[in-house]
């Protein structure tokens, strides 16, 4: 399965690079686990960072990100098996349980609950 790992990126950040990095290395704790029980770990960030960059956007404050921080978790949705939604607050996490509902793929909400990959 493709795992998106959801979580606190920019919430709670004021803005400040350093605690958004802090976000998104707990967002990537995650990423070996996942890995590891046979599955490909998927982070929003991951694509949505490097898209701004070459838009020319300053960084996740810049007003380019509100067109492609999110949109980027929707259509990475598209592609996904499941979710997996870290504690804390984010706006853009819960949306992305939500999508994933509607789209009827299972919301995991913790690295217990993932299954491991069956080798059949």
């Known amino acids: 399965m493709m795992i998106l790992i959801a979580g606190p990126y920019a919430s709670g950040t004021g803005g400040d690079p350093e605690l958004m990095a802090e976000n998104l290395r707990r967002l990537e704790a995650a990423a070996w686990p996942i890995f590891r ?31 492609v921080m999110y949109p980027t978790a929707e259509r990475l949705l598209q592609h996904c098996d499941a979710v997996l939604r870290l504690p804390g607050d984010s706006r853009g996490a819960d949306q992305d349980v939500a999508i ?12 217990d609950e993932v299954p491991a990959r069956s080798t059949c």
């Open 37 to 67: 029980a046979g599955h490909v770990p998927m982070i929003g960030e991951w694509v949505a960072l490097p898209v701004l960059s070459s838009a020319g956007a300053t960084g996740p404050a810049d007003p380019l990100a509100a067109e």
């Open 100 to 111: 994933a509902h509607d789209r009827g793929i299972p919301v995991y909400h913790s690295l």
